[in-house]
């Protein structure tokens, strides 16, 4: 988690110098993601992001589900790295889209019972609410969005957190105090 | 090379293995526990919403090895999938000391007198094995008591009056209710329910030397930090190890069951932790490996005398499995009904555990473990998006106003419904490994239907304004719950073990785990496996007629 500020500014240059390079030749291109390339990983952010779209709460890609997925791929997922590389060429398009287009797209996906719609689906939603020590729900995006607290700390059984009175609004989740 | 001779082994640390452990080891008997996997902590098996025993998304927390173990999965089509640990169709239930008692959500439940009767109440069920167990409740109540006293279980069942009869108490209060507790409790008895708190295997006060649980949402499915959840592991083994007559080994893989030329059992052959394979000779084998590693073991046992494997002759071996249909409903009220206060699981009702009209058997109805958040994405209602804009509303609007109720269905026994030893897959050990087929019985849906229904009219009387049902769908169901492999009868040839969890056929082997049990009960196993497993040793000891070393 903490060095992902870094990674993501590596990744705007090294996205920036690739875009650069694309406009001369083709091939060869170094992606800063582990499993994605640099054309993969921006179809995956689009979908990304209208399968969690930002709105008054971060968004999927803010919560950084394309480093989450990119990295659950050299992991426990790797068994799904084929799905990936299979469908996202036919998606390159997707990224130019309108929100309203890409939204239309999905649904025919997923109206299609596409497997590949049900994984992205599947896997963006783990990384925007699952636990951020995977790499996404950043900064307890979705948790903070659903008020709920992340991990207690070891002897919160000492305090009485049954009481009555004690609601959402009078009990502090740990990550508020942080300030 | 042979190890040196000892009274018993015992396979596997869980719930069965870590009492029948302690049990002969106190006695004075030398016992020699082997179990594949470690011995975890609360920081091995992180709270993690996406890598533990529930949601194995990313991993199990608890094991096993999703490298080194895998099982075949036979589905409708006939056709073969290898599966590993974190998918649903391996059936998992957990590798390491304690077994599924050390993430397990800790329901205490005794079953009810009917439940070991369920042939004699209901009549032949076609398309089902159904059968009475060899014993009653009268014969387990002692020993239920005697698990509920030494693991450690809170609540008050008092104001349930379908449970069976007992003689004592429980022996720690229940947890102070949370806050769903407090919308569903006057709603129940509005409808003429009877409901009451859900006995835990979890420390509401401080006991046998540990602190009680610290409320966290992190439960059913994870470690307990403060080691407020009463497994084998931080009770019974400790003790048995203690005793000084009980070694623990971890890591260790049992390959097969020992036989003599005469047929008698020996021992057992397993794949220590640092692969070598090992003999290790006893007087009495007991294999308390879980429904399915149990069966797999005894027919992976094969030899001259046994060439279907141990306890096998009439094919009865790895039948029968069977787990629970969990079935429901989910309703979002206008309030916030979310407090973050685990275990969340509260209150339960028994109302419809029997006596269904025209159903046999039923389930606990109760509200669930705390939901975490990537668990409620999944739960959408019909109508609402399962992505989107739509979606991330639903969320925001009902993550903290929403409760689930959820119950076990009494299964029906299958015949069909079965683990086999694998002819072409093996394991890390070059083992055979687990082949797992079969369809739950078509009964489970009509009484899971029955449950969502009662579930959801639950939900609506405590003022949810939108109910939806999770409705029961037949499929091959074992999981946590897994039981049934190695009945318990008075008949070798419809049945494994004896009334003692003795393998027919020969007078010292054991079964002693959930695979014994005939039915599984409307309740979550884990009680009454300890029940038969202290039940059991009872039988071991008297039976024990050697010399101890």
């Given at each position: 988690m903490k060095s992902t500020p870094v990674r993501r500014r590596k990744f705007l240059k090294t996205a920036v110098a690739a875009a650069a390079a694309s406009a001369a030749s083709c091939g060869g291109r170094s992606s800063p993601w582990r499993f994605f390339t640099v054309e993969e990983a921006a179809t995956v952010a689009a979908l990304a992001d209208r399968i969690v779209p930002p709105d008054q709460d971060p968004g999927a890609v803010a919560a950084d589900a394309v480093n989450y997925i990119d990295r659950q791929l050299e992991g426990p997922l790797k068994k799904y790295q084929r799905a990936y590389r299979e469908a996202l060429p036919a998606l390159a398009h997707f990224a130019d889209l309108?929100?309203?287009q890409q939204d239309a797209q999905l649904s025919a996906m997923e109206a299609r019972r596409e497997p590949f719609f049900e994984l992205v689906r599947d896997h963006v939603m783990q990384s925007f609410y699952g636990d951020p020590r995977h790499g996404g729900n950043r900064e307890y995006a979705s948790w903070r969005m659903l008020d709920v607290p992340p991990a207690p700390i070891r002897g919160r059984q000492l305090y009485d957190l049954s009481g009555e009175g004690m609601t959402s609004r009078t009990r502090r989740p740990t990550w508020r105090s942080k300030g | 090379m042979a190890l040196q001779r000892v009274n018993a082994v015992v396979v596997g640390a869980g719930a069965g293995g870590g009492i029948v452990a302690k049990e002969l080891a106190e006695a004075g008997l030398s016992v020699v526990l082997l179990e594949r996997g470690k011995w975890l902590t609360a920081f091995d098996d992180r709270k993690d919403d996406l890598r533990n025993q529930r949601n194995s998304t990313l991993g199990t927390g608890s094991g096993p090895d999703e490298e080194k173990n895998p099982r075949v999965f036979v589905d409708q089509a006939a056709k073969e999938h290898i599966v590993s640990a974190n998918e649903g169709a391996y059936q998992n239930n957990a590798a390491c000391v304690g077994g599924g008692t050390f993430s397990y959500g800790a329901m205490a439940w005794r079953y009810m007198e009917k439940d070991f009767r369920m042939r004699s109440t209901y009549g032949a069920m076609p398309g089902s094995t159904l059968e009475d167990w060899p014993i009653s409740y009268d014969d387990l109540e002692p020993f239920y008591e005697k698990a509920e006293w030494e693991i450690g279980v809170s609540g008050n069942v008092t104001p349930d009056p379908f449970h069976a009869p007992r003689r004592k108490r429980l022996p720690m209060p229940p947890l102070d209710p949370n806050r769903e507790y407090f919308v569903l409790k006057p709603a129940a008895e509005r409808l003429g329910l009877h409901p009451f708190d859900i006995p835990?295997?979890?420390?509401?006060?401080p006991y046998n030397g540990r602190g009680p649980c610290m409320r966290c949402r992190w439960c059913v499915g994870f470690a307990c930090e403060v080691d407020a959840k009463n497994g084998t592991q931080n009770t019974v083994i400790?003790?048995?190890?203690?005793?000084?007559r009980c070694e623990m080994r971890t890591g260790c893989i049992a390959k097969e069951i020992l036989t003599a030329s005469s047929g008698r059992v020996t021992g057992v052959a397993y794949f220590d932790a640092d692969h070598r394979l090992q003999e290790q000779p006893?007087?009495?084998?007991?294999?308390?490996?879980?429904?399915?590693?149990?069966?797999?073991?005894?027919?992976?046992?094969?030899?001259?005398?046994?060439?279907?494997?141990?306890?096998?002759?009439?094919?009865?071996?790895?039948?029968?499995?069977?787990?629970?249909t969990y079935v429901g409903a989910t309703g979002v009220f206008d309030e916030a009904v979310y407090d973050d206060i685990g275990p969340g699981a509260s209150i339960a009702i028994c109302d419809f555990n029997h006596g269904n009209p025209g159903l046999a058997g039923g389930g606990l109805l109760a509200n669930e473990f705390i939901r975490l958040p990537y668990q409620f994405a999944n739960m959408t209602p019909p109508g609402v998006p399962r992505w989107g804009k739509g979606h991330k509303d639903f969320m925001r609007r009902a993550y903290r106003r929403h409760i689930a109720i959820r119950g076990p269905v009494q299964e029906m026994p299958v015949f069909e419904s079965r683990v086999q030893a694998d002819p072409k897959v093996r394991d890390h050990w070059d083992i055979p490994v687990a082949r797992l087929s079969g369809l739950s019985h078509p009964h489970n849906v009509e009484v899971g239907q029955f449950l969502a229904e009662k579930a959801a009219a639950w939900l609506r009387e405590a003022g949810a304004t939108l109910v939806w049902k999770s409705m029961p769908a037949r499929y091959l169901s074992a999981g946590q719950h897994q039981a049934g492999t190695c009945r318990m009868g008075l008949d070798p040839k419809t049945s494994v073990v004896d009334k003692h969890c003795r393998v027919h056929d020969h007078d010292n082997l054991y079964a002693i785990d959930a695979s014994v049990h005939v039915t599984n009960g409307g309740f979550n196993p884990a009680l009454?496996?300890?029940?038969?497993?202290?039940?059991?040793?009872?039988?071991?000891?008297?039976?024990w007629k050697g010399k101890a070393q």
């Open positions: 309108t929100p309203a | 835990m295997l979890r420390n509401s006060v400790p003790i048995a190890l203690s005793s000084k006893a007087d009495v084998v007991v294999v308390s490996a879980g429904a399915i590693e149990t069966a797999r073991l005894l027919l992976n046992s094969k030899s001259r005398m046994h060439p279907n494997g141990l306890g096998n002759r009439y094919d009865w071996v790895g039948r029968n499995l069977q787990g629970h009454t496996i300890m029940a038969v497993a202290y039940y059991a040793s009872d039988g071991i000891k008297r039976a």
